[in-house]
């Protein structure tokens, strides 16, 4: 079955920076790479998602690099802000398929 | 925030006890899931319904059992648990399951097991 490996477990940056999350995942079947928020004591929600069939996705401050090829898809965040804050979690899923698999979860600081 | 509820939003249960968490979707979906959320662990589901139906038990325990009497409503019921089933138990929904990236998670129960 899939598996998904997320790094790094913490993430700390100065507000106004970059920060980057990566996930691996093993089946070359999957197809389907969504990227979930979790604010402390609250439900995650989806922040963005891409497909196998690109390359790269943006909204605003937030975008997704996936390479399918080495099997990796990544979370880019720029100009931080305190209430970039959270948990994020990447999953993979073959579309249409009956279940997301989570990776471990990045817990990203941002220090004003 | 009123999509997905899930009640109680705590609890505190014996090993010997029996008890059940609720979840409900206002959103009209079809498909309804059941994850754990452990400290330092990835989320892990647990049960998908569709359409009332469970479609997915991935490896669970008889311990926990879960009921779908309608699509608006998923139950989890709990009974003779152990101490490492302390955890943040969320639901959520989606329009079908061969949507399930379009998942609206609740709120979560957070369960202490004594």
């Known amino acids: 079955g899939e598996n998904v490996e997320q790094h790094p477990s913490t993430l700390s940056v100065q507000e106004g920076d970059s920060a980057v999350i990566k996930c691996t995942y093993s089946d070359s079947a999957s197809n389907y790479f969504p990227w979930y928020k979790q604010e402390l004591g609250k439900r995650p929600q989806l922040i963005i998602d891409?497909?196998?069939?690109?390359g790269e996705k943006k909204d605003q401050r937030i975008a997704v690099t996936l390479n399918k090829t080495a099997k990796h898809f990544s979370l880019h965040i720029t100009e931080t802000q305190p209430e970039d804050s959270a948990v994020y979690f990447c999953a993979a899923s073959l579309q249409g398929a009956q279940k997301l698999v989570f990776g471990q979860g990045t817990r990203l600081t941002i220090n004003p | 925030e009123t999509g997905v509820t899930q009640t109680p939003r705590h609890l505190v249960m014996g090993m010997t006890n029996k008890k059940s968490l609720k979840c409900e979707q206002h959103?009209?979906?079809?498909?309804m899931y059941w994850y754990k959320q452990s400290a330092k662990k990835p989320l892990e589901l647990m049960f998908v319904y569709n359409f009332k139906e469970q479609t997915e038990n991935n490896s669970v325990p008889s311990r926990f059992s879960p009921e779908c009497p309608n699509s608006s409503h998923l139950f989890l019921h709990l009974h003779t648990l152990q101490p490492e089933d302390s955890a943040l138990y969320l639901c959520a929904s989606s329009q079908e399951t061969t949507r399930v990236y379009e998942q609206y998670f609740g709120p979560g129960t957070r369960l202490t097991v004594t």
């Open positions: 891409i497909r196998s069939n690109v």
């Open positions: 959103l009209g979906h079809n498909a």
